[in-house]
């Protein structure tokens, strides 16, 4: 992404979707999806960016929807906003934001973090305030296969249907990956609750396609 022209790579590919879930230098990113944007104009093709729910991380009272007013306080909320703002401006055809909210699994980062931290003795990070939803990388695919296969457009929210606080979800992956007594370091950003989800509401998916966060727990971090 950094020394290589994405454009190049779409004109030799000639696809006629691109999922963008991209990580790294910032600036090399927002340069990608000007190119892809490009692209797009220029080409049968559409676009499915994994935005996140950090777009919203000023707002922390409240659950956010597909159409409230996106605004963050951090530099990664920032940047999301920042290629979602790029896409808006793009026929509605063309691209489809999916904003996600934190996402565990077997082999995802977080868990692996987790289990670590268990086995070197080490505290766990857990935020006892924050309210959020939650997906896994099984849930999120079968998601974006039903929204590419009927042709989906627009602003979708892909997490649970149901919230959670933060400290008490965690405790429940560590209580399903076996019987330990780890340290907690609980971490206090408010005294208040401090909301940190994205919730469907104008754009909902089937029902078979809906979850909530026990499902995440139940089903997928089973070890």
């Known amino acids: 992404m950094e020394e290589d022209d994405i454009y190049n790579i779409l004109d030799d590919i000639q696809p006629q979707i691109v999922i963008s879930a991209l990580r790294g230098n910032f600036a090399s990113q927002i340069q990608a999806h000007q190119h892809i944007i490009e692209y797009l104009l220029n080409h049968k093709c559409k676009l499915f960016f994994l935005s996140s729910a950090n777009v919203f991380d000023a707002y922390s009272?409240?659950?956010?929807?597909?159409?409230d007013k996106t605004l963050s306080e951090s530099i990664y909320g920032r940047l999301k906003i920042r290629i979602e703002n790029m896409l808006l401006r793009l026929p509605k055809e063309k691209a489809s934001i999916l904003r996600v909210p934190m996402v565990?699994?077997?082999?995802?980062?977080?868990v692996k973090d987790i289990k670590n931290s268990i086995l070197n003795n080490e505290p766990i990070d857990v935020f006892p305030n924050l309210v959020m939803n939650v997906t896994n990388d099984d849930k999120l695919t079968q998601q974006i296969h039903y929204l590419i296969n009927r042709n989906k457009s627009g602003i979708f929210h892909l997490g649970s249907t149901d919230l959670v606080h933060h400290e008490d979800f965690i405790k429940e992956i560590i209580?399903?990956?076996g019987t330990f007594n780890p340290i907690y370091k609980r971490n206090y950003t408010t005294n208040n609750e401090r909301y940190l989800a994205v919730l469907p509401k104008t754009n909902k998916l089937p029902k078979n396609l809906q979850f909530g966060y026990q499902d995440i727990i139940d089903h997928h971090l089973i070890i």
């Open 61 to 67: 009272k409240y659950p956010s929807y597909e159409n």
């Open 175 to 177: 209580d399903r990956i």
């Open 104 to 110: 565990f699994g077997n082999t995802s980062v977080r």
